[in-house]
């Protein structure tokens, strides 16, 4: 069955690296570009996962894992912070929000393949 | 009471160190650091970007990069033709190259205990790269070369509000 995944950020550049990172794997992958329309998506689509950015036009990436946290339909889902910014006030806070994991920008895609298999399992396509 | 912000030359330090960690994860490039005054960027449109973070430290960090560069990033990173790359995909990738460069300096001044928000990072294309206009004392330029490609990066350190 494919995987859902929702890559939240403002560049087209992280979220274009995300589509091709996945490309070869069974997954749909979809994009919104600030939290605010990541939340609109989450609760559109369902993903099994989320890469959410922190620093964000409109929302940010905290503010919209706390809307998803306190939205019944999508709370439990894995959000991972996928952010340049990894001081630990920053992650604190997301800990709070209960968060997934983290992946540091700079990143490569295996990280985020590892990481999705581990959280959601992920399978090639044949 | 809150911690010390930390000079200018520790956060030059770790803007270094930054470039050097994303150019080598995203773009598989080694970026070797020069003397600003080594570097001179070629005639002709160049890529302007300011991203900084705002709190108990301001920093403003500038980066320029001649088109011809910043197409040739963009083409490694997001692995596509120079020739299919429009020019707000070049901003978005010059963009953010610059949030990961400064978001690691900002996490580093965080991890001392001050507070600072990032900036959304703007980008322009301009004519040429204007000459830094900072003073020395609160400002720095270094000067970086990859893969020959070239840019400039000035940091400003600047009052607290």
Known sequence: MDRKI???????????IVEKTFAPYNCI?????????????????KPDIIFMDITMPVMTGLEALAKIRQTPEIA????????????AQRLGAADELKVAGYISKPFQ??????????????TRKK | MSATPPPISQLSLWLVSSVHNVFDTMFQLSAEQMPAENIDLPAGETVAVSIGFAGQVNVEVLIYAPSQAAVQLASIVLDMPAAELDQPTVGDVMGELGNMVVGAVKSNVSDLGLDCTMTIPSVSFVSECRTPLHSADSSTTLGFEFHGGKCL??????PAA
């Open chain 1, 76 to 87: 439990a889902t894995p959000v991972v912070m996928l952010t340049a910014e990894s001081d």
């Open chain 1, 29 to 45: 992958v979809t994009a919104a570009s600030d939290g605010s329309e990541g939340v609109e998506a989450a609760l559109r689509d």
């Open chain 1, 6 to 16: 929702l890559t939240v950020d403002d560049s087209k550049m992280v979220r274009m």
């Open chain 2, 153 to 158: 990066i000035e940091l400003v350190l600047k």
């Open chain 1, 109 to 122: 895609g295996d990280q985020l393949v590892l990481l999705t298999h581990k959280l959601i399992g992920l």
